[in-house]
């Protein structure tokens, strides 16, 4: 049987390359890392749970993936270009199949993204996995939740909701591992080269892991704002709109499904024109909305005017209703 000194040598030690600034990775007892002069380091950490943040029976080499996906997209908010980070895992048996489909999926998106792994801690216990992520950002460059003000538009990346109805056909038992909306909920797509490239033109950013609504309320609050989103200028992909079959469902996972490691941000009406483009490197993004003085969330419909939205602190049930 593997003793976790094996484990931590066949399949961390040297999962990743270390890349510039790593003076010393796994291996000692600490890790060793240069941050570059004029630089901040944005630090985040993150600990999925079986049953609670990924079903059971999840394909490791998908965990693997999700773990560091979560960080990478706590860093791309930030506008925070990856640059380390450690891995906690808890594992119920030396499963050593399950550890190296785990390091397959965890290696894959790493060297996507070049981060080094540079540390961590293998334990035996109920299944759990903690991934904390470094990231470089220079000195006053970071993207906060605290900066939209009035009159910004309100944007988001990709297509939020499709995790939500990955979800909800792996729930329903009528879904392949290959199906579009599964592999987004499975293998999200953290935004990171967008994250880096709205540095000095985003007012306030945030990823969107609880969904769109609430976490833009994060930024109202933050900021002390309101916001009136367009309904119809929500984004939504041909595969979504046929997993929904109707404009409610639709509506729901888009601004409430979670799981999407999407960006929201805001940015000032003077900074729009300049904003990257190029989908091929940073994805699509769509204006979704403006910031306005008034406090909370609501919604425009074309011929059907304001409909009040819950957005911050979105409850499913509001017991006073
Ligand atoms: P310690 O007893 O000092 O905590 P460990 O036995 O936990 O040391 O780990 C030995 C070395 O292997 C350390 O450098 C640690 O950072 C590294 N390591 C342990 N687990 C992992 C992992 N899952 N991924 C990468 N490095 C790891
Ligand atoms: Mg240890």
Known sequence: MASEFDLIERYFAALTPLGEGIVQGPGDDCARVRVPPDTELA?????????????????????GWKSLACGL????????????CTLALTVPAADEAWIARFAEGFGAIARTYAIALI???????????????AGHV?????????GARVGDGI??????GEAAAGLARLQGGNATADDPLVQRLNRPTPRVELGARLAGLASACIDVSDGLAADLGHILAASGVGAALELDALPASEALRAA?????????????GGDDYELCFCVPPEQEASLPRDESTVGSITRIGTIEADVGLRGIRAGAGRVTLAGSGYRHFDLSE
């Open 73 to 84: 997209s706590d860093l791309a908010a930030m506008a925070a270009r990856p640059a380390w």
């Open 119 to 133: 540390g961590g801690d293998v334990t035996r216990g109920p299944l759990s996995v903690t991934v904390q992520v």
């Open 155 to 160: 944007y988001v990346s990709g297509a939020p």
């Open 138 to 146: 220079p000195v006053g460059r970071a993207l906060v939740r605290s």
């Open 43 to 63: 630090v985040s950490v993150d600990t999925l749970v079986e049953s609670v943040h990924f079903p059971e029976k999840t394909d490791a080499a998908d965990i």
């Open 244 to 256: 929904a079959g109707g404009d409610e469902q639709l509506q729901h996972w888009i601004l409430h």
